[in-house]
């Protein structure tokens, strides 16, 4: 289908075709969840979901997977001259790596804040020596580059309902509840990093601390003191879905089906781990196939709902002002931009 989204997107050019499409297979290949749930968009804006995706991807791979011989100095060097390399594109229009064409074109098309994609860079670059975080507050300011700033890319290109500055809040909290969803998640793995991302003062609330996780997880034995930190850890992701989720009706339509199912898929994440009993050090948890297909027909359904009410001309229920492009201007009124070469 990557033709078909490639000329729905009307980009037209073989090299950022090509571009695009290697920013999907990494997209379909690593984000499972996340491809899915963009499956759910309408065709024509998925390219630029995966582009923000891969360049994600390619700057969070040059941090954890350069190699096992990769010094922190040759992540570093790797990860500035991406940095280069997407400054000089959006500045010139011209970059080295595909996956920095493919990034910079859907920040052009969608009028994406370049200063998002510093921000990000940053957090990524802080990885490389930042092993810990004593407080929930300095855990927040990493995720405003790693994960809030995820959620303002990706908003431009949903589209919303009223103006985007009233949804910009929600869309960088949903970004930090699939992270901190990550991070519960993939405690183990980041462990073995040398890196523990809940904080410090949630853990030993509980009477944790990193001797207890590192013994936890070479030994595959569990504690009680484990298992109360990370339900609380879980509680703690959950308000922020709360806090995240009125931000859904104030997206386009037909874009609102793609974020519901992301968010039931990424909250199921935190269901498995319940279920489980919270043994994140010893398994990692994933969201059986079943309630992935059921999330995704129900997203499909949503999608039909919306596009009969377009074509019938009826505003949705709840919204309160025209839909608009996801460049923010009237969606009757301006075409998408083409390619830039």
Not at 36 to 64: C, K, N, Q
Not at 69 to 77: P, Y
Not at 183 to 212: K, N, Q, T
């Amino acid at each position: 289908m990557t033709r078909r989204e490639l000329d729905a997107a009307r980009i037209t050019d073989p090299a950022l075709r090509d571009a695009y499409t290697r920013c999907r297979t990494l997209n379909a290949r690593h984000g499972r969840t996340y491809f899915l749930a963009t499956r759910l968009l309408p065709v024509e804006r998925r390219p630029a979901v995966h582009a923000l995706y891969g360049f994600a991807r390619r700057a969070d791979d040059l941090v954890d997977d350069l190699g096992a011989g990769a010094t922190g100095e040759d992540r570093d060097r790797a990860l500035r001259r991406l940095e280069d390399d997407l400054a000089r594109a959006l500045r010139t229009g011209e970059g080295d790596d595909p996956v920095v064409k493919a990034v910079t074109d859907t920040a052009e098309r969608y009028d994406i804040d370049h200063g998002l994609f510093a921000d990000f860079l940053a957090s990524m670059r802080s990885d490389l020596h930042v092993t810990d975080y004593p407080t929930y507050g300095d855990l927040r300011a990493y995720m405003h580059g790693s994960a809030a700033v995820i959620g303002l890319q990706v908003l431009p290109v949903l589209g919303t309902v009223g103006p985007r500055e009233e949804a910009a809040p929600y869309a960088a909290a949903l970004g930090e509840a699939f992270q901190l969803t990550n991070f519960l998640r993939d405690v183990g793995e980041d462990l073995d990093r040398g890196r523990i991302y809940l904080p410090a003062d949630l853990l030993a609330s509980h009477g944790v601390d990193r001797p207890l996780l590192e013994w936890s997880r070479r030994t595959g034995r569990t504690d009680p003191r484990i298992r109360a930190a990370m339900v609380a850890a879980e509680e703690l992701t959950r308000k922020v879905y709360r806090a995240a989720e009125p931000g859904i009706a104030l997206l386009d339509p037909l874009t609102r089906p793609c974020v519901r199912a992301a968010f039931v898929l990424y909250g199921g994440i935190l269901d498995v781990i319940a279920a489980q009993e919270y043994r994140v050090l010893h398994r990692r948890a994933v969201v059986s196939a079943g309630r992935r297909a059921a999330t995704a027909a129900a997203g499909i359904a949503g999608i039909v709902g919306a596009r009969a009410r377009a074509r019938a001309g009826r505003r949705p229920r709840d919204a309160a002002l025209p839909v608009v492009s996801p460049a923010g201007s009237p969606a009757a009124e301006r075409p998408v931009k083409g390619p830039v070469s």
